[in-house]
């Protein structure tokens, strides 16, 4: 039996535990590519190893999408306005970022990762989870973890981070703190001790709002967090703050969730009469995108492959798919989605259904606009998603959705 069979029969053993109740403890691998978008960009470009690289918006109102570790140095950090980085080092590598090129790094990855083990959980573009609860009876963690990471770095060229612990919140934790290009391990009695002496905006749900909150209470270690009644934050925060409390205290349950590359969500529409009216199929095409794309920033996701499919007046069904650069915004899905649709609609009959769908989901939300020259593309998605969340998905969107919404709603 070779080593990828017994993988299997190992996971597939481990997963029947988990089925039956069984308690043991947790092994969890969580692997961070460092600063993906410049460590990909340095394989290709070898002048760039060594250098403060910023990678984003080219505009002074665009924003720094990732930077490398010499242009942190210089106060520079992800979603900092371009032009207070240029002020910050204006030697520094500007480089606008290829998001295609980026996806197509993130899959290589992925597709290792999926070679070896069939239960892990892509989190984000580059980020990954993978349960070895029980591998010690078989191999030993640790081990086969840093197999698993010598190998992405041998067939990629780039950098990769790791932690090792009994949750997904200190394997996280742990790996930022083996960055740059390091590894980790916390066993379960070095927990506490690991973490009590960290700040507190070390832990994955406290953001900037809350870190400054937490800091005016003078809350700045994850120790004193941890030593204060959960009752407090539950109070504070809701249920985000006892949840809070219990991952400073080491406390966190999430599963790893199977990582499906078919993974997709999708809608469609049948007309009410058959129709070769391009501009009508158009512009319910949009319509269908808008509402999947307002679906997937709710599910904060991201899609990498986006789907259409016609179904002709006789029933022939016809669908066409294209892999795309990760994405949740309405305005790079829609011109792909009719694009498909062109090189699809190509017998001139009539049509009576047009569906969408994204698959390859991704965790993630959309990284400030990305390689926009501007911020205002965010600022506007994020508006038009709190007025639809208070009032309802269909309270907004583009001018020919709506009217399409008004013309089938005279119709009926």
Same mark, same amino acid.
């Given at each position: #039996?070779?080593i990828q069979?017994?993988?299997?029969? *190992?996971?597939?053993k481990n997963?029947n535990?988990?089925?039956?109740?069984?308690?043991?403890?947790r092994? /969890? &691998?969580?692997?961070d590519?460092?600063?993906?978008?410049v460590?990909?960009?340095?394989?290709?470009?070898?002048? &760039?190893k060594g250098?403060?690289?910023v990678?984003g918006?080219m505009? !002074?109102r665009?924003?720094?999408?990732?930077c490398?570790?010499?242009?942190r140095?210089?106060g520079?950090?992800?979603?900092?306005? #371009?032009?207070m980085?240029?002020?910050l080092?204006s030697?520094?590598?500007?480089i606008?970022g290829?998001?295609?090129l @980026?996806?197509? @790094?993130?899959?290589?990855?992925t597709?290792i990762?999926? !070679?070896?083990?069939p &239960? *892990?959980e892509k989190?984000?573009?580059d980020?990954?989870?993978?349960?070895l609860t029980?591998?010690d009876?078989? *191999?030993?963690?640790?081990?086969w973890a $840093?197999?698993?990471?010598q190998? /992405?770095m041998?067939?990629t060229?780039?950098?990769v981070s790791?932690?090792?612990s009994?949750? $997904?919140?200190?394997a996280?934790?742990?790996t930022g703190e083996?960055k740059?290009?390091?590894q980790?391990e916390?066993a379960?009695?070095e927990?506490?001790?690991?973490?009590?002496?960290?700040?507190?905006? +070390?832990?994955?749900?406290?953001g900037p $709002?809350?870190?400054?909150?937490?800091?005016?209470?003078?809350?700045?270690?994850?120790?004193t967090?941890?030593?204060i009644?959960?009752e407090?934050?539950?109070n504070?925060?809701?249920k985000?703050?006892?949840?809070i409390?219990?991952?400073a205290?080491g406390?966190d349950?999430s599963?790893?969730l199977?990582?499906?590359?078919? +993974?997709?969500i999708?809608?469609?529409?049948?007309?009410?009469n058959?129709? /070769?009216?391009t501009?009508?199929i158009?512009?319910t095409?949009?319509?269908l995108?808008?509402q999947l794309?307002?679906?997937l920033r709710?599910n904060?996701?991201?899609?990498?492959?986006v789907?259409?499919k016609?179904?002709?007046?006789?029933f !022939?069904t016809?669908t066409?798919?294209?892999n795309?650069?990760?994405t949740s915004?309405?305005?790079?899905?829609?011109?792909?989605?009719?694009e498909l649709?062109?090189?699809? @609609?190509?017998?001139?009959m009539r049509?009576?259904?047009?569906g969408?769908?994204?698959?390859?989901l991704v965790?993630?939300?959309?990284?400030?606009?990305?390689?926009?020259?501007t911020?205002e593309?965010a600022?506007?998605y994020?508006a038009? !998603?709190?007025?639809?969340?208070k @009032?309802g998905? =269909?309270? &907004?969107?583009?001018?020919? =959705?709506? +009217?399409l /919404?008004?013309?089938?709603?005279?119709n009926?």
């Amino acid at each position: #039996m070779n080593i990828q069979a017994k993988n299997d029969v *190992f996971f597939m053993k481990n997963n029947n535990r988990r089925q039956q109740g069984n308690n043991e403890p947790r092994s /969890i &691998l969580h692997l961070d590519q460092d600063t993906f978008f410049v460590s990909v960009e340095r394989l290709h470009n070898n002048r &760039l190893k060594g250098m403060p690289v910023v990678i984003g918006g080219m505009g !002074d109102r665009g924003v720094v999408a990732s930077c490398s570790y010499e242009a942190r140095q210089f106060g520079i950090h992800s979603a900092m306005p #371009m032009g207070m980085a240029r002020q910050l080092c204006s030697g520094a590598i500007y480089i606008r970022g290829d998001m295609d090129l @980026y996806s197509r @790094y993130s899959d290589m990855v992925t597709s290792i990762i999926a !070679d070896r083990v069939p &239960l *892990f959980e892509k989190s984000s573009i580059d980020e990954h989870y993978v349960d070895l609860t029980g591998m010690d009876r078989f *191999f030993g963690c640790r081990q086969w973890a $840093k197999e698993l990471r010598q190998t /992405i770095m041998k067939e990629t060229g780039l950098p990769v981070s790791m932690g090792l612990s009994l949750n $997904k919140t200190i394997a996280r934790i742990a790996t930022g703190e083996a960055k740059p290009n390091g590894q980790l391990e916390v066993a379960s009695p070095e927990v506490i001790p690991f973490l009590d002496p960290l700040s507190i905006r +070390k832990i994955p749900m406290i953001g900037p $709002k809350t870190y400054h909150n937490l800091r005016n209470m003078g809350i700045a270690t994850i120790r004193t967090l941890r030593n204060i009644p959960p009752e407090v934050f539950e109070n504070m925060l809701g249920k985000n703050g006892r949840e809070i409390w219990r991952r400073a205290n080491g406390i966190d349950n999430s599963p790893v969730l199977p990582w499906n590359r078919h +993974k997709s969500i999708s809608t469609e529409t049948t007309f009410s009469n058959d129709t /070769i009216n391009t501009t009508h199929i158009s512009n319910t095409l949009l319509h269908l995108c808008e509402q999947l794309a307002y679906k997937l920033r709710n599910n904060q996701q991201l899609t990498g492959c986006v789907s259409v499919k016609i179904r002709y007046a006789n029933f !022939d069904t016809h669908t066409l798919q294209q892999n795309i650069p990760y994405t949740s915004f309405d305005h790079l899905l829609i011109p792909a989605c009719q694009e498909l649709f062109r090189r699809l @609609y190509n017998r001139r009959m009539r049509i009576r259904l047009v569906g969408v769908r994204f698959s390859r989901l991704v965790r993630g939300v959309q990284q400030l606009n990305m390689f926009e020259d501007t911020t205002e593309t965010a600022t506007l998605y994020q508006a038009i !998603d709190k007025m639809r969340n208070k @009032y309802g998905a =269909g309270i &907004l969107g583009r001018a020919a =959705g709506k +009217k399409l /919404i008004e013309l089938r709603n005279n119709n009926e």
